[in-house]
């Protein structure tokens, strides 16, 4: 009912409206007044934690990619390996498994069966795991040997908004917990990206109060489009990739996402005239050898006759040059930047759905779970 979707077209809009209070309330509660991270709800001892030499993360869909965001901060942070592998893949290839491996099972619902029976192998296989949850006593953290839950609130639509942003929270919470145990971090540091963490409602806020008519735009643009094409890097990778998913998912538009290196190994050749490519464009400063690589990625694809549609910094100087359309992300730092970046891509993909007439909540052929293998 209108009443449920709290004033909202939908339950998408309402719950893309919800992503900064996602990142809030995942993070209330989890850190002490000196940033030092309190996770009591892990029932993992701290000698089994220190023990832990491998994180496999075992997730589908959108969870999956919050667990491809979440390895480039574990492993920077945490200096231990982390794999992400789609669940149903997972189980049956043999998976190298032992004590000292800690899997990660990242599921908004906790109730889909892919991920369940991953978890289950692990478990048989003698490792610890840890589900990322949405929902309360779901399936998957009550068969999980510990849980941190995602406080995004019950999501409705099909495609996950607001879960993901959450779920990129509490996996960051996890690999700064980690890093506390196990002495990889100096105090500081956890303390200098909780601070980080904390600012990020606002910046996400920012965005959906000065980016939305931009967005709106840019759909009513490119609604007849056939296909789109979506590059990052780094962080951005994991978020073109569910950028990309959004609009396969809702608007039904064949759009692959791609690591922006790869263009010159096979994807370049897609692109035409007029072909809209959406670029994810780190920060400048800091890790500028990224940033240096993803322009000169567009200069290629626009020398092609390209439509550039980017998400970059705040006054980003190549962007403007180049890009055709730009969702800007208020400065902060590349690790976090997946946080913000995904929202004009949420925001996007609903429109293109909206303006093709399609049911954004409940688009075709997807279910919210999927409990069956
Ligand atoms: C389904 C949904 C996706 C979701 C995936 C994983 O395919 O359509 O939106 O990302 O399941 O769901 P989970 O509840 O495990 O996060």
Redesign the pocket.
């Known amino acids: 009912s209108a009443a449920e979707k709290g004033g909202w077209d939908s339950f998408m809009d309402k719950e893309i409206h919800e992503d900064p209070a996602a990142v809030q309330r995942t993070l209330l509660g989890r850190f002490d007044d000196s940033g030092a991270i309190e996770l009591d709800e892990v029932r993992i001892d701290e000698h089994d934690f220190k023990a832990i030499d491998k994180i496999i993360v075992v ?6 990619y919050a667990g491809q965001v979440a390895k480039y901060a574990i492993e920077h942070w945490v200096r231990i390996p982390v794999e992400i592998e789609l669940a149903h893949e997972f189980r049956y290839r043999d998976p190298i498994l032992n004590a000292r491996t800690l899997v990660v099972a ?7 069966m892919d ?1 369940l029976m991953a978890l289950r192998h692990a478990r048989e296989q003698g490792s610890k795991v840890l589900a990322i949850c ?1 929902t309360q006593g779901a399936t ?1 953290p009550r068969e999980s040997d510990a849980v941190l839950y995602t406080h995004a609130g019950p999501e409705v639509a ?3 908004t607001k ?1 993901f942003v959450a779920q990129i929270t509490a996996a960051y919470l996890l690999g700064l917990y980690l890093a506390q145990v196990k002495g990889t971090m100096f105090r500081d540091e956890i303390r200098q990206q909780v601070d980080s963490l904390k600012d990020m409602p606002r910046k996400i806020q920012w965005v959906l109060d000065t980016q939305t008519a931009a967005v709106e735009q840019a759909a009513e643009r490119m609604a007849n489009a056939q296909s789109f094409l979506f590059l990052g890097r780094h962080v951005g990778y994991p978020v073109a990739l569910e950028g990309a998913l959004k609009l396969k ?1 809702i608007a039904y538009t064949f759009t692959e996402g791609f690591a922006a290196g790869e263009l010159k190994h096979g994807p370049i050749a897609l692109v035409d005239a007029g072909e809209p490519v959406v670029f994810i464009v780190p920060p400048e400063r800091g890790r500028s050898v990224l940033h240096t690589k993803v322009i000169s990625g567009i200069e290629e694809v626009k020398a092609r006759g390209a439509t550039i549609i980017a998400v970059a910094e705040e006054g980003d100087k190549d962007v403007q040059r180049y890009a055709d359309v730009v969702f800007w992300r208020p400065a902060c730092p590349t690790l976090m930047s997946p946080l913000v970046d995904v929202v004009p891509l949420q925001l996007f993909a609903m429109n293109m759905a909206k303006i093709k007439g399609y049911d954004v909540d409940k688009p075709r052929n ?5 409990t069956v293998e």
């Open positions: 997730a589908c869909g959108t969870a999956s990242i599921s908004q619902s906790g109730e889909t991920t949405n998957i099909v495609a996950s879960a998912e997807l279910a919210k779970s999927v």
